[in-house]
């Protein structure tokens, strides 16, 4: 079983624990999921709660945290940047929003409707394949522009939470299989 759909399950159990008919005890339960992400750091377990355990406040962290790390990109490689227009700001949530939500619509950000009405863009699915057009725009600059000088630097920004991911995976599958180990010598 691949190691997110094991943290997909533990997030179905652990909101259903309260429903467990006639009182029964709940198998898996808030300790599990701390458990199977034991080691993590604490913006890879970030990254697993906003995921996978739609947890807002852990999104809003790491929103936060990817744009710190992507001001230091900005100050590092020496970016230049115009007062007032927030791109690396735009470029850190969109980043975050490509990896949290794969193919959301960005003209209603993945709802559906906008202003009460069906989203046009994406017939109601709320999911849409996203476009460098499409980037360039919710970033706020041009598409010649964008393929010029912001693209790479947007993949560096994705790249690192791509990273993220693949840090969450290792230490799945480590956890996943200590376990397995400790009831072979049960
Ligand atoms: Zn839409």
Same mark, same amino acid.
């Given at each position: 079983m691949a190691q997110?759909?094991?943290?997909k399950m533990l997030a179905v159990s652990a909101v259903n624990v309260d429903r467990v008919p006639g009182g029964g005890v709940p198998t898996l339960v808030a300790s599990d999921v701390a458990a199977m992400l034991a080691g993590a750091s604490r913006q890879v377990m970030m990254l697993a709660y906003a995921k996978y355990l739609q947890d807002q406040q852990s999104l809003v962290l790491l929103a936060s945290h990817v744009y710190c790390w992507s001001a230091d990109l900005a100050v590092n490689e020496q970016w230049r940047i115009t007062r007032g227009r927030p791109i690396v700001r735009n470029m850190s949530h969109l980043a975050?929003?490509? #990896? %949290?939500?794969?193919?959301?619509c960005l003209k209603c950000c993945g709802r559906g409707f906008v202003r009460a009405r069906g989203c046009g863009s994406c017939q109601g699915s709320g999911y849409? #394949? %996203?476009?460098?057009c499409g980037r360039a725009k919710v970033i706020g600059v041009s598409k010649s522009t964008f393929h010029e000088c912001w693209r790479d630097r947007y993949q560096q920004i994705y790249g690192y939470l791509q990273q993220l991911e693949s840090d969450l995976s290792i230490t799945l599958y480590k956890n996943n299989h200590e376990e397995e180990l400790i009831l072979q010598h049960a």
């Amino acid at each position: 079983m691949a190691q997110n759909e094991i943290l997909k399950m533990l997030a179905v159990s652990a909101v259903n624990v309260d429903r467990v008919p006639g009182g029964g005890v709940p198998t898996l339960v808030a300790s599990d999921v701390a458990a199977m992400l034991a080691g993590a750091s604490r913006q890879v377990m970030m990254l697993a709660y906003a995921k996978y355990l739609q947890d807002q406040q852990s999104l809003v962290l790491l929103a936060s945290h990817v744009y710190c790390w992507s001001a230091d990109l900005a100050v590092n490689e020496q970016w230049r940047i115009t007062r007032g227009r927030p791109i690396v700001r735009n470029m850190s949530h969109l980043a975050v929003a490509e #990896s %949290i939500h794969p193919n959301v619509c960005l003209k209603c950000c993945g709802r559906g409707f906008v202003r009460a009405r069906g989203c046009g863009s994406c017939q109601g699915s709320g999911y849409k #394949s %996203i476009s460098d057009c499409g980037r360039a725009k919710v970033i706020g600059v041009s598409k010649s522009t964008f393929h010029e000088c912001w693209r790479d630097r947007y993949q560096q920004i994705y790249g690192y939470l791509q990273q993220l991911e693949s840090d969450l995976s290792i230490t799945l599958y480590k956890n996943n299989h200590e376990e397995e180990l400790i009831l072979q010598h049960a």
